[in-house]
């Protein structure tokens, strides 16, 4: 029984560490895609990390400034921010500062939608669809060690997106930090299917109010 267990613990490792780095290695990067001609609805670009002063962090910078060069490019007619702020913090929300940036380098305010309460990717994808009805084809923008997930998370929310393209393939701040996000990353793959599962549960009973909103935070 023991052996079995824990043969079952190291093939989820082993799947959720695959989904990480097979994410970051094997999606194309959002510079690649700027050459080609594929279209989309919006681009819809995650937020990653607030820094200690409630600024975005670099990640989150990079893939903005993704977003931005995409939209610049002509890839789609509109860009969709997404990200709210961290736990107990009364900080700018992360969409807000990145629709700033994206009207500094000269978005017009029109074409940018901004998703600020969400605090996980599922949350990401559960409060941005509704924002992105009639907008078929989305893709989606964000570090490569997070697009699988982020992609199956859109899918569960009802909006599978068309494309995905990485700012970058881990972390910009170091090596340390990008290994520690893989990790984290593999737990969060079985973390996120889990309570995705338990929530599209108690949505076919009507129990979605018992679970609360903090649920998929």
Same mark, same amino acid.
């Given at each position: 029984?023991?052996?079995?267990?824990?043969?079952?613990?190291?093939?989820?490792?082993?799947?959720?560490?695959?989904?990480?780095?097979?994410?970051?290695?094997?999606?194309?990067?959002?510079?690649?895609?700027?050459?080609?001609?594929?279209?989309?609805?919006?681009?819809?670009?995650?937020?990653?990390?607030?820094?200690?002063?409630?600024?975005? *962090?670099?990640?989150?910078?990079?893939?903005?400034?993704?977003?931005?060069?995409?939209?610049?490019?002509?890839?789609?007619?509109?860009?969709?921010?997404?990200?709210?702020?961290?736990?107990?913090?009364?900080?700018?929300?992360?969409?807000?500062?990145?629709?700033?940036?994206?009207?500094?380098?000269?978005?017009?305010?029109?074409?940018?939608?901004?998703?600020?309460?969400?605090?996980?990717?599922?949350?990401?994808?559960?409060?941005?669809?509704?924002?992105?009805? *009639?907008?078929?084809?989305?893709?989606?923008?964000?570090? !490569?060690?997070?697009?699988?997930?982020?992609?199956?998370?859109?899918?569960?929310?009802?909006?599978?997106?068309?494309?995905?393209?990485?700012?970058?393939?881990?972390?910009?701040? !170091?090596?340390?930090?990008?290994?520690?996000?893989?990790?984290?990353?593999?737990?969060?793959?079985?973390?996120?299917?889990?309570?995705?599962?338990?929530?599209?549960?108690?949505?076919?009973? *009507?129990?979605?109010?018992?679970?609360?909103?903090?649920?998929?935070?």
């Amino acid at each position: 029984m023991f052996r079995r267990v824990l043969s079952l613990i190291t093939y989820c490792a082993l799947v959720g560490l695959f989904s990480a780095l097979g994410s970051a290695l094997l999606t194309r990067s959002c510079a690649d895609l700027m050459s080609s001609r594929t279209h989309y609805d919006a681009i819809v670009v995650l937020s990653g990390s607030l820094g200690s002063k409630g600024k975005i *962090g670099p990640d989150t910078a990079l893939r903005t400034d993704a977003g931005i060069d995409l939209f610049q490019r002509g890839v789609a007619p509109r860009l969709h921010m997404t990200g709210g702020v961290s736990e107990n913090r009364v900080h700018v929300a992360a969409a807000v500062q990145m629709a700033d940036r994206a009207k500094e380098a000269g978005i017009p305010t029109a074409a940018i939608t901004v998703e600020a309460n969400s605090r996980s990717t599922l949350q990401n994808a559960r409060n941005s669809v509704s924002m992105l009805e *009639g907008q078929d084809r989305i893709i989606l923008v964000s570090d !490569g060690y997070h697009l699988w997930r982020a992609w199956l998370s859109f899918a569960w929310a009802g909006h599978t997106p068309a494309g995905l393209c990485k700012s970058t393939s881990f972390r910009p701040d !170091g090596a340390e930090m990008s290994a520690r996000l893989v990790v984290r990353e593999a737990l969060a793959f079985w973390f996120n299917l889990g309570r995705a599962a338990v929530w599209s549960g108690a949505e076919l009973v *009507g129990l979605t109010p018992q679970l609360g909103g903090s649920f998929l935070r």
